[in-house]
């Protein structure tokens, strides 16, 4: 089994910022990418950025200069920077791990996602 374990989350006024994390654990033999996408209430999942373990970076359109994506190799764990918070980007922000694993070969895991509202 693969785990996503998120953190970060909380409640953060307009033009705050925050920075979440996402640790993976278990059967890995290698990571393609890892990534964060996010749900918002009465809303579909949405990409909001991920990273490939070469280092290139796709980020939604709604989110470029704002947020930053970086991934730390050695400890399976990927970061997402988030700055300039806006209320429309409240949202339960879930991460994402496309890799290989000796057992069950190529997979997709999802994590159980982090709250994240921008409120005064």
């Known amino acids: 089994q693969v785990h996503l374990v998120e953190s970060g989350g909380g409640l953060v006024q307009p033009g705050g910022s925050l920075r979440l994390s996402c640790a993976a654990s278990g059967s890995i033999f290698s990571i393609n990418a890892m990534g964060w996408y996010r749900q918002a209430p009465g809303k579909g999942r949405e990409l909001v950025t991920t990273v490939t373990s070469g280092g290139s970076t796709d980020y939604g359109d709604s989110v470029k200069g704002r947020f930053t994506i970086s991934m730390d190799n050695a400890k399976n764990t990927v970061y997402l920077q988030m700055y300039s918070l806006k209320p429309e980007d409240t949202a339960v922000y879930h991460c994402?791990?496309?890799?290989?694993?000796?057992?069950?070969?190529?997979?997709?895991?999802w994590g159980q996602g982090t709250q994240v509202t921008v409120s005064s």
């Open positions: 994402n791990l496309k890799g290989i694993s000796r057992v069950y070969g190529t997979f997709t895991s």
